[in-house]
């Protein structure tokens, strides 16, 4: 018996044309293979967890075939065609993929003489090194050649295994050389090295042990991840690193490898400087919030990033349609917008949302749409290009001058994928984006990478910031470009880390190998701190503003030190200065809602709102002495500090008059007092006052300004980058005007304390002034005995200490009356009289 032929069921796209070049992606994830029972025939195999990475990748092909055959000088008069498959990231898939491009999927034959050309002439793909392999092992029977956008093994280099296949990203030999130009630049000679138990992993690190010892660096361990992910070998290479001496580790993986490793470095929260290979240097799964810790600082080279002219608008261009070869974009539709075409299947999927294929795709993902960092997608884009040209050459052939036997040349209805071979060695072109796209005789494209670093985003998240290149094709010594201030280290101080077995002597020192030890690992006699050697006789001491590296070969600049916003006591100060401001915020907001009732309005509300605005502004220009100083900053910290204290404690001085002149009134001798202390009279006098302050902060601007300096006599190896005060007459002055207001407004206070109202406000100034002097008089000699950043931070801590004194000791009793006790919070209450002390 006979049984009919059946096909596997792939996910795919296609476009007719004169040419049809073939294509493998990994849209998919994950495959579900069907049990095989052996009674009824196989289930196909079910491919879920849509890549939208992988989709837009073969995209950017389709929009390259678009962008070709819209261009009238490349391959004028041909349409160029494409079929593009899913490979669901597994070697059966992609092997059944590329047979189904080879051989075709129709099932009965038009032609019976087999002759024409085949039905694709070229294939681009695959994604992976192991896919690639066997794939240009089995193309390469058919003379087929192939174009892979991301394998990178040195391996596919080798012409006599694989003569028919090319690349468009460099190989893990250009990689590792472009990883050992960054390990040069920043001295690291020790360096772990950790990969994938793979072809891609295999490979990189033979070719990296051979390289890493050209320039004198030594690995200080060699790890092969399992790919099982077991527990007990990832524990026991935690142990390895935990172990080492190492700073740096290198890991060849691909992410999937990489998980439990990460994990466990995370749970014990191992800081190292990691350098990713490209598999994994721009892979979102440790981008995350969670991986900051250990991750963040990481250095990593990346696929070379480029533009694509209107690919943007191509996305947003994408419709389905009923065509079964297009059944990937109806998947890519179902996936975006959470519904299903089949209203059977929407019922039980995606509870009853149907596709109808007239969503708006501007509404969707961002990231579909995102165009700014096409890096593997730009690769796709060369490699379809390094075809069409290759073609374009293949047709523009003069008869009798061609490449093949006789000097002919192909023709267009019957062109052979061995004839694109002689074409595609000599294509030369240069992209758009201005890279030039040529293969070497190993099939290679040139090799240019990019420089990421890790870094930390306000979100939480973590981004890959490009930082340098490395390009061979420029001359000896300008291979690797690095902006080194880009750059973010997750160690002490933002600086590199040293990796290192042994510091390097210096001339005249003794070296003595440790036994058991690679070549780099030797014991040697430093100089002392701040001291550097020029030769073996003695060590020289660096001049004032300089001090010795940590190999004490060269004088350095000294470290800055200033009280910045990313030091916890910086961050404790400015806390509470943002929370004394709110504090007074609310409580002016109280006293606004409530300004009608006898307690706000007592003793003339006006004074009170002034007290809470300038206390606001008391707390705030604590800010003005954190961070680096600056001329401005150095020039307005005191004299804004200057300033609102005096507008404060003015007006708390005409509060306190006012309280002595109101009960003074109240007798027959001085009614007629209250005139003198009128609402303009109460203004008046905390003006002039002011303008006193105001004037003082003028003059000693004028005449001997603040002004950053750096100085050198606190810590011998750190410059204490700080304000100089000019003039200290000037800052005295400024002080003691202060100090001169707050002894009056406490004596006055003092005098009235006793006034007989229910509720006596003379009592809490009384206390808010004695916290106040208290306070600034402790400062003084703080402020003399405390070096750098501390001296700022005592400041800082005077005024926070003193406005907090102020606000709740003046405050916090009318605040109680108007929110816990309102049944006091009227005249009748304010103006009794007690007979007893409460």
């Known amino acids: 018996m006979t049984l009919p032929l059946k096909q596997f069921r792939l996910v795919g796209m296609q476009r007719e044309g004169d040419i049809i070049i073939g294509g493998l992606f990994e849209v998919h994830l994950v495959t579900e293979f069907p049990e095989l029972s052996f009674r009824t025939d196989p289930q196909h195999l079910w491919c879920h967890e849509f890549d939208l990475d992988g989709f837009k990748m073969a995209l950017a092909m389709a929009y390259a075939v678009d962008e070709i055959n819209r261009d009238p000088n490349l391959l004028p008069n041909v349409t160029l065609g494409f079929r593009i498959y899913d490979n669901c990231i597994k070697l059966g898939v992609a092997l059944r993929a590329a047979m189904a491009l080879i051989s075709g999927k129709d099932e009965s034959l038009s032609n019976l003489n087999c002759s024409g050309s085949p039905p694709v002439l070229a294939i681009v793909g695959d994604s992976t090194s192991t896919h690639s392999i066997a794939m240009s092992s089995i193309l390469g029977l058919f003379h087929m050649p192939m174009v892979s956008y991301y394998a990178t093994c040195s391996c596919l280099s080798d012409r006599r295994r694989y003569p028919f296949f090319f690349r468009t990203i460099p190989s893990d030999a250009f990689q590792v050389r472009a990883m050992m130009q960054i390990l040069k630049h920043f001295g690291w000679t020790w360096v772990g090295l950790i990969v994938s138990n793979d072809d891609y992993g295999l490979h990189a690190a033979q070719s990296f042990q051979q390289d890493i010892s050209g320039f004198g660096g030594c690995v200080a361990f060699f790890e092969i991840l399992p790919k099982d992910n077991d527990i007990r070998e990832i524990e026991r290479i935690i142990g390895v690193i935990q172990q080492s001496t190492s700073r740096v580790i290198v890991v060849f993986s691909a992410e999937a490898f990489m998980l439990s490793l990460m994990d466990k470095v995370l749970r014990l929260n191992l800081t190292r400087q990691w350098i990713a290979s490209e598999a994994w240097s721009l892979n979102p799964i ?24 209107g690919m943007r608008e191509f996305l947003l261009s994408l419709h389905p349609d009923n065509d079964p070869g297009n059944n990937l974009v109806r998947k890519f539709w179902e996936d975006m917008f959470k519904c299903r075409f089949a209203p059977d299947v929407a019922q039980t999927e995606t509870e009853g949302r149907v596709c109808t294929g007239d ?50 040349c192909a023709s267009l209805h019957n062109i052979q994928p061995w004839q694109l071979l002689y074409y595609l060695q000599n294509v030369n072109f240069t992209t758009s984006f201005g890279d030039q796209v040529s293969f070497d005789k190993n099939g290679d494209a040139l090799a ?162 002034l007290i809470l605005i300038s206390l606001k502004f008391c707390f705030l220009c604590a800010l003005l002495f954190i961070g680096q100083p600056r001329l401005w900053t150095c020039q307005l910290r005191h004299a804004v500090f200057g300033i609102s204290f005096v507008l404060c404690v003015s007006s708390i001085l005409v509060k306190t008059v006012v309280v002595v002149a109101v009960f003074k009134a109240s007798k027959p001798e001085g009614q007629g007092l209250m005139k003198w202390f009128g609402a303009p009279q109460q203004r008046g006098t905390v003006l002039i006052l002011t303008a006193l302050q105001v004037a003082i902060c003028v003059i000693w601007l004028s005449t001997a300004s603040p002004t950053p300096q750096k100085n050198v006599t606190y810590q011998a190896s750190k410059i204490v980058f700080e304000c100089a005060v000019g003039s200290m007459a000037g800052f005295a002055t400024l002080l003691g005007y202060i100090g001169l207001l707050a002894a009056v407004s406490f004596l006055l206070a003092f005098l009235a304390r006793n006034l007989p109202d229910t509720f006596n406000e ?59 006790r309102p049944e006091r919070n009227t005249k009748k209450a304010l103006m009794g009289r007690g007979t007893t002390n409460n």
């Not at 002016?588 to 006006?606: G, K």
């Open 286 to 309: 440790f981008l995350t919030l969670r991986m900051q810790p250990v991750l963040r600082g990481t250095l990593g080279i990346a696929i070379r990033r480029g533009e694509i002219e």
């Open 448 to 609: 240019i990478y990019d420089i990421v670093n890790w870094i930390g985003m306000p979100d939480g998240t973590m981004r890959a910031r490009t930082v340098g290149v490395v390009d061979e094709s420029r001359p000896a010594g300008k291979v690797l470009s690095l902006d080194e201030e880009k750059i973010f280290w997750n160690f002490e101080n933002n600086k590199p880390p040293r990796s290192l077995c042994s510091e390097p002597c210096s001339q005249g020192t003794r070296i003595a190998r440790k036994k058991g030890l690679p070549v780099c690992c030797f014991d040697c006699i430093p100089c002392a701190d701040g001291e550097i050697s020029t030769d073996s006789i003695e060590c020289l001491k660096c001049p004032e503003e300089f001090w010795s590296n940590p190999q004490k070969d060269q004088c350095v600049p000294k470290e800055t030190e200033f009280l910045s916003y990313e030091d916890p006591l910086g961050i404790s100060l400015t806390t509470a200065s943002l929370l004394g401001a709110c504090t007074c915020a609310g409580v002016l907001a109280i006293f606004a809602h409530h300004r009608h009732t006898p307690v706000v309005r007592a003793n003339n509300s006006e004074l009170s709102f």
């Open 359 to 408: 969503e708006d795709v501007t509404t969707a993902d961002m990231e579909y749409s995102d165009v700014s960092e096409l890096r593997p997608a730009y690769n796709v884009y060369k490699a379809v290009y390094a075809l069409a040209h290759t073609l374009h050459n293949l047709l523009n052939c003069v008869p009798g001058k061609g490449p093949f036997s006789g000097h002919s």
């Open 762 to 820: 003379a009592k809490f100034i009384t206390f808010s002034m004695l916290i106040f002097c208290a306070v600034w008089i402790a400062f003084i000699p703080a402020y003399v005995s405390s070096p750098g950043k501390y001296a700022d931070a005592v400041e800082i801590f005077a005024i926070l200490a003193s406005s907090f004194g102020l606000l709740f000791a003046i405050f916090a009793p009318k605040c109680y009356i108007i929110l816990l």
